[in-house]
Protein backbone atom coordinates (compact mmCIF):
# COMPACT_ATOMS: atom_id res chain seq x y z
CA UNK A 1 0.00 0.00 0.00
CA UNK A 2 1.11 3.48 -0.68
CA UNK A 3 2.05 6.06 2.36
CA UNK A 4 3.22 9.47 2.40
CA UNK A 5 4.35 11.17 6.13
CA UNK A 6 5.06 14.03 6.58
CA UNK A 7 6.70 14.12 10.06
CA UNK A 8 6.66 17.89 10.80
CA UNK A 9 3.52 19.06 11.29
CA UNK A 10 4.64 22.85 11.88
CA UNK A 11 7.53 24.79 10.87
CA UNK A 12 7.93 28.41 11.88
CA UNK A 13 10.96 30.11 10.48
CA UNK A 14 11.83 34.13 10.21
CA UNK A 15 12.22 35.76 6.98
CA UNK A 16 15.26 34.78 4.88
CA UNK A 17 16.04 31.58 6.82
CA UNK A 18 16.49 28.41 4.63
CA UNK A 19 13.49 25.55 5.57
CA UNK A 20 13.44 22.12 4.54
CA UNK A 21 10.11 20.21 4.65
CA UNK A 22 10.57 16.40 4.24
CA UNK A 23 8.77 13.70 2.76
CA UNK A 24 8.70 9.96 2.85
CA UNK A 25 6.99 7.53 0.56
CA UNK A 26 6.34 4.15 0.56
CA UNK A 27 5.34 1.83 -2.39
CA UNK A 28 5.95 -1.57 -3.72
CA UNK A 29 5.81 -0.17 -7.38
CA UNK A 30 9.00 0.79 -9.33
CA UNK A 31 6.84 2.93 -11.24
CA UNK A 32 5.29 6.07 -9.22
CA UNK A 33 5.15 9.92 -9.46
CA UNK A 34 5.94 12.32 -6.70
CA UNK A 35 4.14 15.86 -5.89
CA UNK A 36 4.47 18.86 -4.22
CA UNK A 37 1.43 21.58 -3.92
CA UNK A 38 1.06 24.62 -1.50
CA UNK A 39 -2.12 25.89 -0.25
CA UNK A 40 -1.92 29.43 0.87
CA UNK A 41 -4.02 31.00 3.37
CA UNK A 42 -6.87 31.72 0.75
CA UNK A 43 -7.26 27.88 0.22
CA UNK A 44 -6.55 26.85 -3.70
CA UNK A 45 -4.37 24.04 -4.01
CA UNK A 46 -1.31 25.00 -6.53
CA UNK A 47 0.71 22.33 -8.12
CA UNK A 48 4.23 22.89 -7.49
CA UNK A 49 6.16 19.72 -9.09
CA UNK A 50 6.10 16.45 -10.02
CA UNK A 51 9.09 13.88 -10.52
CA UNK A 52 8.84 10.29 -11.05
CA UNK A 53 10.61 7.16 -9.96
CA UNK A 54 13.23 7.20 -12.67
CA UNK A 55 14.35 10.21 -12.19
CA UNK A 56 16.41 11.31 -9.29
CA UNK A 57 18.07 14.64 -10.53
CA UNK A 58 17.25 17.35 -8.08
CA UNK A 59 15.49 20.39 -9.75
CA UNK A 60 15.70 24.08 -8.62
CA UNK A 61 13.23 26.15 -9.35
CA UNK A 62 13.60 30.19 -7.87
CA UNK A 63 14.20 29.88 -4.20
CA UNK A 64 12.69 26.33 -4.31
CA UNK A 65 14.46 23.15 -4.39
CA UNK A 66 13.62 19.34 -4.16
CA UNK A 67 16.09 16.42 -3.29
CA UNK A 68 15.07 13.19 -4.48
CA UNK A 69 16.75 10.36 -3.00
CA UNK A 70 15.32 6.45 -3.40
CA UNK A 71 17.78 5.31 -1.19
CA UNK A 72 15.75 6.37 1.59
CA UNK A 73 12.54 6.93 -0.26
CA UNK A 74 12.62 10.69 0.60
CA UNK A 75 11.35 13.71 -1.83
CA UNK A 76 12.32 17.17 0.48
CA UNK A 77 11.66 20.05 -0.42
CA UNK A 78 13.41 23.12 0.30
CA UNK A 79 12.55 26.88 0.57
CA UNK A 80 15.88 29.28 0.73
CA UNK A 81 15.79 32.69 1.64
CA UNK A 82 11.82 31.71 2.52
CA UNK A 83 9.37 34.92 2.70
CA UNK A 84 6.54 35.73 4.00
CA UNK A 85 4.22 35.24 0.97
CA UNK A 86 5.61 31.29 1.57
CA UNK A 87 3.45 31.03 4.27
CA UNK A 88 1.23 28.25 3.63
CA UNK A 89 0.20 24.30 4.11
CA UNK A 90 2.15 22.23 1.83
CA UNK A 91 1.26 18.73 1.38
CA UNK A 92 3.85 15.69 -0.52
CA UNK A 93 2.07 13.26 -2.23
CA UNK A 94 2.37 10.13 -4.25
CA UNK A 95 0.54 8.48 -6.99
CA UNK A 96 1.94 4.87 -8.28
CA UNK A 97 1.55 3.42 -11.96
CA UNK A 98 0.27 -0.18 -11.00
CA UNK A 99 -3.41 -1.18 -9.46
CA UNK A 100 -4.13 2.29 -8.09
CA UNK A 101 -3.15 4.39 -11.09
CA UNK A 102 -4.78 7.48 -11.31
CA UNK A 103 -5.05 7.32 -7.62
CA UNK A 104 -2.85 9.87 -5.08
CA UNK A 105 -1.61 9.82 -1.72
CA UNK A 106 -1.46 12.97 0.26
CA UNK A 107 0.46 13.41 3.62
CA UNK A 108 -0.93 14.88 6.33
CA UNK A 109 0.82 18.25 4.90
CA UNK A 110 3.65 20.53 6.80
CA UNK A 111 2.44 24.06 8.14
CA UNK A 112 5.41 26.37 7.49
CA UNK A 113 4.97 30.03 8.84
CA UNK A 114 7.41 32.82 8.23
CA UNK A 115 7.56 35.75 9.54
CA UNK A 116 8.86 38.82 8.74
CA UNK B 1 -7.54 26.33 -19.76
CA UNK B 2 -9.58 28.05 -17.27
CA UNK B 3 -8.93 25.19 -14.71
CA UNK B 4 -10.76 23.14 -12.67
CA UNK B 5 -14.29 25.31 -12.10
CA UNK B 6 -16.29 24.58 -9.21
CA UNK B 7 -19.39 25.73 -8.08
CA UNK B 8 -20.91 27.37 -5.47
CA UNK B 9 -17.63 28.72 -3.97
CA UNK B 10 -19.74 28.88 -0.76
CA UNK B 11 -23.03 27.08 0.66
CA UNK B 12 -24.38 27.63 3.82
CA UNK B 13 -27.56 25.73 4.06
CA UNK B 14 -29.80 24.50 7.43
CA UNK B 15 -29.73 21.02 8.84
CA UNK B 16 -31.63 18.41 6.78
CA UNK B 17 -31.44 19.79 3.60
CA UNK B 18 -29.96 18.63 -0.19
CA UNK B 19 -27.02 19.76 -0.95
CA UNK B 20 -25.79 19.79 -4.50
CA UNK B 21 -21.70 20.51 -5.56
CA UNK B 22 -20.45 20.80 -8.97
CA UNK B 23 -17.50 20.66 -11.30
CA UNK B 24 -15.93 21.10 -14.67
CA UNK B 25 -13.05 19.53 -15.10
CA UNK B 26 -10.07 20.79 -17.24
CA UNK B 27 -11.18 19.61 -20.73
CA UNK B 28 -9.04 16.67 -21.94
CA UNK B 29 -8.46 14.96 -18.58
CA UNK B 30 -9.78 11.45 -18.02
CA UNK B 31 -9.49 11.47 -14.13
CA UNK B 32 -11.71 13.72 -12.00
CA UNK B 33 -11.41 13.38 -7.81
CA UNK B 34 -13.93 14.46 -5.19
CA UNK B 35 -11.97 15.44 -1.93
CA UNK B 36 -12.99 16.69 1.51
CA UNK B 37 -10.72 18.96 3.50
CA UNK B 38 -11.43 19.42 7.31
CA UNK B 39 -9.01 20.59 10.24
CA UNK B 40 -9.74 17.28 11.93
CA UNK B 41 -8.72 14.81 9.28
CA UNK B 42 -7.34 17.07 6.68
CA UNK B 43 -7.54 16.07 2.81
CA UNK B 44 -9.44 13.03 2.27
CA UNK B 45 -10.27 11.15 -1.39
CA UNK B 46 -14.07 11.00 -1.41
CA UNK B 47 -14.48 9.37 -4.72
CA UNK B 48 -13.00 9.49 -7.90
CA UNK B 49 -13.85 8.20 -11.81
CA UNK B 50 -12.24 8.10 -14.86
CA UNK B 51 -13.53 8.17 -18.22
CA UNK B 52 -16.95 9.06 -16.53
CA UNK B 53 -17.04 5.90 -14.65
CA UNK B 54 -16.61 5.69 -11.11
CA UNK B 55 -13.57 3.83 -9.97
CA UNK B 56 -13.27 4.12 -6.06
CA UNK B 57 -15.44 5.53 -3.64
CA UNK B 58 -14.45 3.56 -0.31
CA UNK B 59 -13.52 7.43 0.64
CA UNK B 60 -17.35 8.38 0.61
CA UNK B 61 -18.47 8.36 4.29
CA UNK B 62 -22.02 7.13 4.26
CA UNK B 63 -25.06 6.53 1.83
CA UNK B 64 -25.79 10.21 2.20
CA UNK B 65 -23.33 11.19 0.13
CA UNK B 66 -23.60 10.41 -4.03
CA UNK B 67 -21.50 10.97 -6.73
CA UNK B 68 -22.17 11.41 -10.67
CA UNK B 69 -20.56 12.16 -13.82
CA UNK B 70 -22.97 11.73 -16.53
CA UNK B 71 -20.07 13.59 -19.12
CA UNK B 72 -16.71 14.45 -19.65
CA UNK B 73 -17.17 17.93 -18.64
CA UNK B 74 -19.18 17.83 -15.30
CA UNK B 75 -19.85 15.84 -11.85
CA UNK B 76 -21.59 16.45 -9.11
CA UNK B 77 -21.17 15.74 -5.51
CA UNK B 78 -24.91 15.19 -3.47
CA UNK B 79 -25.27 15.44 0.12
CA UNK B 80 -28.94 14.35 1.24
CA UNK B 81 -29.40 15.20 3.81
CA UNK B 82 -27.16 17.18 5.23
CA UNK B 83 -25.92 17.65 8.60
CA UNK B 84 -23.44 19.68 10.45
CA UNK B 85 -20.57 17.69 10.65
CA UNK B 86 -20.76 17.68 6.68
CA UNK B 87 -19.17 21.01 7.23
CA UNK B 88 -16.18 20.89 5.30
CA UNK B 89 -14.26 22.17 2.25
CA UNK B 90 -14.99 20.07 -1.03
CA UNK B 91 -12.20 19.98 -3.73
CA UNK B 92 -12.65 18.81 -7.12
CA UNK B 93 -9.77 17.78 -9.18
CA UNK B 94 -8.97 16.26 -12.55
CA UNK B 95 -5.65 14.84 -13.91
CA UNK B 96 -4.98 13.96 -17.28
CA UNK B 97 -3.82 10.27 -16.38
CA UNK B 98 -0.54 8.57 -16.12
CA UNK B 99 0.13 9.14 -20.07
CA UNK B 100 0.71 12.89 -18.86
CA UNK B 101 2.28 12.51 -15.78
CA UNK B 102 -1.07 12.03 -12.94
CA UNK B 103 -0.52 15.36 -11.80
CA UNK B 104 -4.00 16.40 -10.45
CA UNK B 105 -5.01 20.07 -10.77
CA UNK B 106 -7.39 21.52 -8.07
CA UNK B 107 -10.34 23.59 -8.26
CA UNK B 108 -10.89 26.56 -5.88
CA UNK B 109 -12.79 24.48 -3.63
CA UNK B 110 -16.50 24.82 -2.26
CA UNK B 111 -16.80 25.76 1.42
CA UNK B 112 -19.98 24.23 3.06
CA UNK B 113 -21.44 25.07 6.30
CA UNK B 114 -24.57 22.95 7.62
CA UNK B 115 -26.25 25.09 10.71
Known amino acids: AQKVTQAQTEISVVEKEDVTLDCVYE???????LFWYKQPPSGELVFLIR??????QNEISGRYSWNFQKSTSSFNFTITASQVVDSAVYFC?????????????FGDGTTLTVKP | DAGVIQSPRHEVTEMGQEVTLRCKPI?????LFWYRQTMMRGLELLIY????????DSGMPEDRFSAKMPNASFSTLKIQPSEPRDSAVYFC?????????????FGPGTRLTVL
Open chain 2, 93 to 105: ASSPGLTQGDTQY
Open chain 1, 27 to 33: TRDTTYY
Open chain 1, 51 to 56: RNSFDE
Open chain 1, 93 to 105: ALSEAGTNAGKST
Open chain 2, 27 to 31: SGHDY
Open chain 2, 49 to 56: FNNNVPID
